[in-house]
């Protein structure tokens, strides 16, 4: 059973559209991060949410974290060819080890 | 930013051997490393968390026979995978967490990963 959802799971879009991707569970964290990845590389940090509510914004990404601690949702404006990856939104419960969500596969056509 | 390497990058090895992976964090100590294993366009699973000066915690379902880890100093975790085989092609990804990370942000920072292929 996996403890993190994300939808969608595969997202093909054109440049310049805006896209958002959804990371739901029914547990709490103490904070979310996502990442991205791009083949044969590992993650990269893009943003750490520590509280309920909170909104951050990278450029033309926007992060929230839900009220309740348990959703985030990361928003791309005017996507470009260069946001194409993996997006990973992973959970902190507390026992150290992060919690990834399933993963959602962003490609943006040019 | 944090930094953390991983060596090799890739290897290819015949079954039935050995292989060591290693982890680095370059320019912080990290008490508590993090073994991934990553299959083709899927999300990363989490194989076990090293703590530095002990013993390793390994997920259910995990060998930990096959899957040696040491985690010998506050820079360096290695990942040996004993007696290779075909199956166990994949790509492997270490994280290191902060010595001083706080509890609630559990900032992690990955490796490059490394492409084991066993013929």
């Known amino acids: 059973t996996q403890l993190l959802e994300q939808s969608p799971q595969f997202l093909s879009i054109q440049e310049g559209e805006n896209l958002t991707v959804y990371c739901n569970s029914s547990?709490?964290?103490?904070?979310l991060q996502w990442y991205r990845q791009e083949p044969g590389e590992g993650p990269v940090l893009l943003v750490t949410?520590?509280?309920?509510?909170e909104v951050k914004k990278l450029k033309r990404l926007t992060f929230q974290f839900g009220d309740a601690r348990k959703d985030s949702s990361l928003h791309i404006t005017a996507a470009q060819p260069g946001d194409t990856g993996l997006y990973l939104c992973a959970g902190n419960t507390g026992r150290r080890a992060l919690t990834f969500g399933s993963g959602t596969r962003l490609q943006v056509q040019p | 930013g944090a930094v953390v390497s991983q060596h090799p990058s890739r290897v290819i090895c015949k079954s039935g051997t050995s292989v060591k992976i290693e982890c680095r964090s370059l320019?912080?100590?990290?008490?508590?490393m993090f073994w991934y294993r990553q299959f083709p366009k899927k999300s990363l699973m989490l194989m076990a968390t090293?703590?530095?000066?002990?013993?390793?915690?390994?997920e259910q379902g995990v060998e930990k026979d096959k899957f040696l880890i040491n985690h010998a100093s506050l820079t360096l975790s290695t990942l040996t995978v004993t007696s290779a085989h075909p199956e166990d092609s994949s790509f492997y990804i270490c994280s290191a967490r902060p010595a001083t990370s706080g509890a609630r942000t559990d900032t992690q920072y990955f490796g490059p990963g490394t492409r084991l292929t066993v013929l």
């Open positions: 090293s703590n530095e000066g002990s013993k390793a915690t390994y």
């Open positions: 547990s709490v964290f103490s904070s």
């Open positions: 949410v520590v509280t309920g509510g």
């Open positions: 320019d912080f100590q990290a008490t508590t």
